[in-house]
C-alpha cells in the first residue's frame, strides 16, 4: 500500500518532450510532500527514458498505447498516492508555490471536489485564457470561458464557485474521485472535464476558480488549433457529451441544433477557406457519432 504524500502532480506527456521538461524546470525543486508523476502516452520516440534520466525524482510511466487525455490521466492518478491530485497539461508553466492557493481553497471546504486555477496564454501579452465558466445552455450546449481573450487587470481576482473545470489545469480532491469516479475516457479528446465536472455536481460537490494562482498556458500544443484531429474530436464528442448529459425534453432539440445547424455551417466555413480536409472531419465526427 502507497504512504499517502499531499499533493501529486499529473501531467500527460505525448510527443511533447520540449513543453514537458519546460513544464518541469517551472516546478523544480518540488517540496518533499509532493511527487510529480509524468505519463508517457505512447509517444513515437522513447521520451519516457528521457525524462528519467533528466529528472531523477520524477515518476515516469510509459503507456503501451494513447490513452487519449482522459485515460492518460487516470494512468497518472492510479498511481498518485496524494491527497490532493493536480492534473496539469504538459504545455504550461507555473510557480510549484503558486499552487498552494488551491490546495488552500480545497482544505477550506470539504464539499468542494475541484478548483481550477486562472489560466493565462503563454504567448504574446499573455491575456486570459479561463477565469471561470459560465453555465452551458440546456440546448445548445454553448458557454463562455470568463475573461476570454481579455488583458489580465486584476478584473477576474476574486474566487468563486465556477460549473466547469478547466481542462488545463485542476486540481481535485482524491475522496472525491474515489467517490464519483475516473475521468470518462469515452471522449478520448476533448469535453472530458465538462463531464467529469457535472458528475461531481451530481454528487453534490461543488467546483471552484482561484484567481489567486495563475499558470501560463500554451495552447494548442498537440493538436494544433486548426487540425483535423481536433475538429473531428470537437464534432464527436459534442454529440456525445450531449447523449450523456442532456435530459429530455431537450436532449432532441440539442441533437437536432448541433447536426442541422452547427454542423452545416462548420462544414461551410471550412469549404469557404478551402479546408476541405476539416469539413470531411466535421462528417466523420457526426457519422461516428451516429455508429455509437
Not at 111 to 123: E, M, R
Request: aromatic share 12%; proline share 4%; glycine share 6%.
Amino acid at each position: 500500500m502507497r504512504q499517502e504524500c499531499r499533493l501529486s502532480i499529473v501531467t500527460v506527456n505525448y510527443n511533447g518532450l520540449r513543453f514537458t521538461c519546460s513544464m518541469l524546470d517551472s516546478i523544480t525543486p518540488v517540496h518533499e510532500s509532493t511527487e510529480v508523476i509524468v505519463v508517457d502516452n505512447a509517444s513515437v520516440q522513447d521520451e519516457a527514458s528521457v525524462i528519467e534520466s533528466l529528472y531523477p525524482d520524477v515518476k515516469v510511466i510509459r503507456s503501451k498505447s494513447n490513452l487519449g487525455f482522459a485515460g492518460g490521466n487516470n494512468l497518472g492518478i492510479k498511481e498518485a498516492s496524494g491527497k490532493y491530485v493536480f492534473l496539469v497539461n504538459n504545455d504550461t508553466e507555473f510557480s510549484i508555490d503558486n499552487i498552494e492557493h488551491l490546495i488552500r481553497r480545497l482544505e477550506k471546504n470539504p464539499s468542494i471536489a475541484a478548483v481550477s486555477p486562472k489560466i493565462c496564454f503563454f504567448y504574446g501579452e499573455r491575456a486570459i485564457q479561463y477565469a471561470g465558466y459560465t453555465p452551458m445552455s440546456k440546448m445548445t450546449l454553448r458557454n463562455k470561458a470568463v475573461g476570454f481573450g481579455e488583458t489580465d487587470n486584476g478584473q477576474y481576482d476574486k474566487s468563486n464557485p465556477t460549473p466547469y473545470l478547466h481542462g488545463a489545469a485542476m486540481m481535485v480532491r482524491r475522496s472525491a474521485i474515489d467517490a464519483v469516479g475516473m475521468m470518462p475516457e469515452c471522449y478520448f479528446l476533448y469535453y472530458e472535464e465538462l463531464d467529469w465536472s457535472l458528475m461531481f455536481r451530481r454528487m453534490g460537490y461543488s467546483l471552484w476558480y482561484e484567481p489567486e494562482c495563475t499558470i501560463y498556458h500554451k495552447e494548442s500544443q498537440t493538436t494544433g488549433s486548426n487540425s483535423t484531429l481536433r475538429t473531428y474530436y470537437i464534432t464527436r464528442n459534442r454529440l456525445l457529451f450531449a447523449r450523456r448529459n442532456v435530459a429530455f425534453p431537450f436532449f432532441p432539440l440539442t441533437i437536432l441544433y448541433l447536426m442541422c445547424i452547427v454542423a452545416p455551417k462548420d462544414i461551410t466555413i471550412h469549404l469557404f477557406n478551402k479546408r476541405s480536409d476539416l469539413a470531411k472531419a466535421v462528417l466523420k465526427g457526426i457519422f461516428d457519432f451516429i455508429r455509437l
